[in-house]
């Protein structure tokens, strides 16, 4: 007889299958996701609300990152967020705050400026409604970084690499080294430390700086090489011959579609240009995919096995969009509780139709494949042990 135990696991798994080569998920997909609740913090500076989107970005990240080196950039980013807040409120502290207040916290010493530097000033009073405010614009920009800190974090470089249009993938390739650049240092560092320390040698102060910084660069300048010998063989950088008149439709094309993809984009992330934003966008992404297509065929290159954009993608970058345009929605319908005021102080409150928009974005926990068990490497013997295991 089959147990609750054993029944729920198979629910379980027939909703969220574990991922293979098969049915991984396209890395486009956790982008989409991610995007779309980057757009519903910007426009909200509800500390509750980002903080609910945060939570949402952090249990998907537990639930579906892989032991992949770049998989460790969320924790960075949660670092990068904090020291965002800080840096807002030192600012708001020490040069001032546009927003007038009546709680005064303390009086600093004002340095005195040039007539020149009229409406900057460097000390002077620091009211609580100034530090709120701060804390509410430093709390958004945290829940932007955050954001894309998750994507960054499930979304596979290579394979992303592996899904751009031919007219980016040389620009991809740049953008691709550098994302992984910083993970493969890190642990290139973390594994050095980890065996000086094994064998009893200081892995701390300039000695040990000193003693791991060499080891690191010259595994660096080995993985550049066999990166350029690689790119060869492969022959990037090859090009096929395109007619001049395609190529000057395919940069008026792509420069005007990105010029639309910027208007649309400040449309919707600000209060005035919802009206416009989103036709400029549509119009944009249009005129930018016609001059992806055409500058693709410039690319000589063959994809190996590439990913498929499956329902469960859809469901994935379906629930940022949703999240994105419920906010945008409640922002556009004029709901108070998205912006709670600060001249007069007022605690913020947790609306129920945003806060449910939220919660959608935690679809891809349920949906999304299930990353494998990272596995322990098998530990080899010594060579006293294997000696012993062959003496009779």
């Known amino acids: 007889m089959t147990s609750p135990r054993a029944v729920r696991a198979a629910r379980r798994r027939r909703l969220a299958p574990e991922a293979g080569r098969s049915n991984a998920l396209h890395p486009g997909a956790w982008w989409l996701w991610a ?3 980057a757009t519903a913090a910007s426009r909200t500076t509800n500390p509750l609300l980002i903080g609910l989107l945060i939570g949402v970005a952090g249990y998907v990240v537990a639930a579906r990152r892989t032991s992949a080196p770049w998989a460790r950039a969320y924790g960075a980013f949660v670092k990068i967020a904090l020291f965002v807040i800080g840096i807002r409120l030192v600012f708001a502290v020490f040069l001032g705050s546009p927003i007038p207040g009546t709680h005064l916290i303390v009086t600093l010493p004002e340095v005195p400026l040039p007539d020149w530097a009229q409406g900057v ?44 249009p031919g007219a980016l993938y040389e620009a991809g390739v740049a953008v691709v080294v550098a994302m992984t650049f910083a993970p493969n240092l890190i642990a290139d560092v973390q594994r050095l430390r980890a065996a000086r320390r094994l064998r009893g040698r ?8 000193l003693q791991v910084g060499l080891p690191v660069l010259e595994g660096a300048l080995e993985r550049s090489v066999a990166l350029a010998a690689a790119m060869d063989a492969r022959g990037f950088g090859r090009t096929a011959a395109v007619p001049a008149r395609v190529r000057r439709t395919t940069a008026a094309l792509t420069l005007g579609g990105l010029i639309g993809v910027c208007a649309g984009t400040y449309g919707l992330l600000t209060a005035d240009g919802g009206t416009y934003g989103l036709p400029v966008l549509g119009a944009g992404l249009a005129a930018a995919l016609g001059g992806l297509w055409l500058g693709g065929r410039r690319a000589v290159r063959t994809r ?32 108070s509780e998205l912006h709670p005021g600060v001249v007069p102080l007022v605690a ?15 679809l891809p926990a349920l949906v999304a494949p299930v990353p494998p068990p990272a596995q322990a490497p098998v530990p080899r013997p010594s060579r006293g042990a ?4 062959q003496s009779p």
């Open 35 to 37: 995007l779309g609740l």
């Open 121 to 164: 000033r460097i000390g002077g009073r620091v009211t609580a409604e100034g530090v709120v405010f701060a804390l509410y614009d430093g709390v958004r920009l945290a829940g932007l970084l955050i954001c894309v800190g998750a994507a960054n974090a499930l979304a596979s470089p290579a394979r992303l690499l592996k899904s751009l």
């Open 202 to 209: 200081p892995d701390r102060g300039v000695r040990g700086l």
């Open 304 to 335: 190996y096995r590439p990913d498929v954009w499956g329902l469960r993608a859809w469901l994935v970058a379906g629930s940022g969009a949703a999240v994105a345009a419920l906010m945008i929605a409640a922002s556009s319908s004029g709901a």
């Open 348 to 362: 913020p409150e947790l609306p129920l139709w945003p806060a449910a928009a939220i919660l959608i974005g935690l």
């Open 386 to 389: 294997a000696a012993e295991e």
